[in-house]
């Protein structure tokens, strides 16, 4: 069976709160074996990453640059691109479903590419940006749900894995 993978998607400047939750998101995918996908580099990314290390989990960055140092150093597998924000389209691509954790232009890319592509998103609610923006909505007429909104990073992932119907 292929490895089940969660991008984790968000802002690269957050507040101290939101990455206190994106750390906790992190933590539950590793304690469930799964891998974590997201841009791998700071904010939301890094932290995700933090988490899902200490829990001791598998975590892949995606980054739009060229270099290798780029990525945080909570990254295990480092997939250097030089697409810059094409490689949004990667990252939603990698996961088998999205958590959303804040997030500006690159994150709302994110959640589209995924809408389109019938993968479940779930938004973390009280992290803002377009993640709250988009929690409970349709994003356009292509699928019959709605973006899932997710109070809590414990919650986010058990609607993954109801989305997924994964034990």
């Not at 802002?11 to 590793?30: F, H, K, M």
């Not at 939301?44 to 200490?54: D, H």
């Not at 356009?140 to 709605?146: A, G, M």
């Amino acid at each position: 069976m292929p490895a089940r993978v969660i991008s984790v998607i968000g802002g690269s400047n957050s507040t101290p709160e939101n990455l206190e939750l994106a750390q906790r998101v992190g933590a539950e995918i590793a304690k469930r074996g799964v891998v974590l996908a997201c841009g791998g580099l700071g904010g939301v990314m890094e932290a995700a990453c933090r988490g899902a290390k200490n829990e001791g989990g598998q975590t892949l960055g995606i980054l739009p640059t060229d270099v290798k140092e780029h990525a945080n150093k909570f990254v295990d597998i480092i997939i250097p691109t030089g697409l810059g924000y094409a490689r949004n389209f990667l990252v939603a691509k990698t996961g088998d479903a999205i958590i959303a954790i804040d997030g500006s232009a690159g994150t709302l890319s994110e959640m589209a590419i995924a809408w389109f592509s019938d993968k479940p998103v779930i938004s973390l609610v009280p992290t803002g940006g377009w993640a709250a923006k988009l929690a409970g909505q349709r994003i356009d007429e292509r699928r019959e749900d709605t973006v899932y909104a997710a109070s809590t990073p414990e919650q986010a992932v058990e609607m993954v894995f109801q989305a997924m119907n994964w034990k």
